[in-house]
């Protein structure tokens, strides 16, 4: 018994085993953090989908406004919204590290560094980097086996829904009205219509997500339009719509609420979003 007992006081005492875990995020920064990680906020809706996806959600301190899916995620504590995260908060919930998207973040990254918490910008440019930032997540949070085999399901899964097909449909996509924004070729958003099966026909030149003009829009003259938000009451009788294709064929759709979400969020839904897609292409060829 007293042997028991030493060897119980021996295993109290020893102590925790702490290491440090470098990571390289999506815009090239090596972030150091300690673990074993245990406790992180999430601000990124993306990343918070792909921990829940693969079974890691109990590391999970906070999340942002914005993040609403899955349905158990509004349940967790709030830590700002996405376009303006609540540093004050992050810092009070102490988290060894913070997933940001990026971006409209930039602001908080900097003030959360300089308060010396880690910050790991995930930012998928690609339907590959997907996969990729799963298994980043998974090294963080060390879900080990079972959350790869996750991560190999969701990659052969979007293997078989991107489309092959050579004769695709010329699609402009459009995130808002007033300026006119457009969806860029070479934006995530972008590239996920062409795997639908969609040529983007708004060009790379002037970034991910563009101004653009009326003028453009006739010139680029789409089989198909994507609205990417809630428009106006009579955007069908926009007069530079009715100048193309799309317009005089009346294959013009505003896109919204959740499949809205699976378009515009690089996650694990992102093959649901592929298959909605598909349709909206191949209903239009047949008017």
Known sequence: MKKISVLIICLLAAPVLIFSMSITDDVGRTVEVK??????VCISPAHTEM???LGLESKLAAVSKNCDYPAQAKLLPKAGDFMNPDEEQIIKLGPQAVISGGGVQKSAIYKLESMGVAVIVLYPRELSEIASDMRKLNMLLGGGRKAE????????????????????????????????????????????????????VVASDNGEY????????IK??????????????????????LATKAGK???????????????????????????????????????
């Open 220 to 241: 680029a003259n789409p089989e198909k339009i994507l609205l990417f938000y809630n428009p106006e009451k009579n955007y069908l009788k926009r007069p530079y719509f």
């Open 149 to 200: 085999k996750r991560i190999a399901e969701f990659e052969k899964k979007l293997k078989k829904a991107v489309s092959l097909k050579r004769d695709k449909i010329k699609v402009y996509a459009e995130i808002w009205g007033e300026p006119l924004m457009a969806v860029s070729e070479n934006s995530f958003t972008g590239k996920l219509i062409n795997a639908a099966g969609g040529q983007n």
């Open 35 to 40: 673990g074993p990680v245990n406790k992180i």
């Open 249 to 287: 064929n009346k294959t013009i759709t505003a896109v919204t609420g959740e499949t809205l979400d699976r378009i515009m969020r690089p996650g694990p839904r992102v093959v649901e979003a592929i298959e909605e897609l598909k349709i909206l292409l191949q209903e239009d060829a047949l008017k």
């Open 210 to 217: 563009p101004k653009i003009s009326k003028e453009e829009i």
């Open 51 to 53: 921990i829940y996806y």
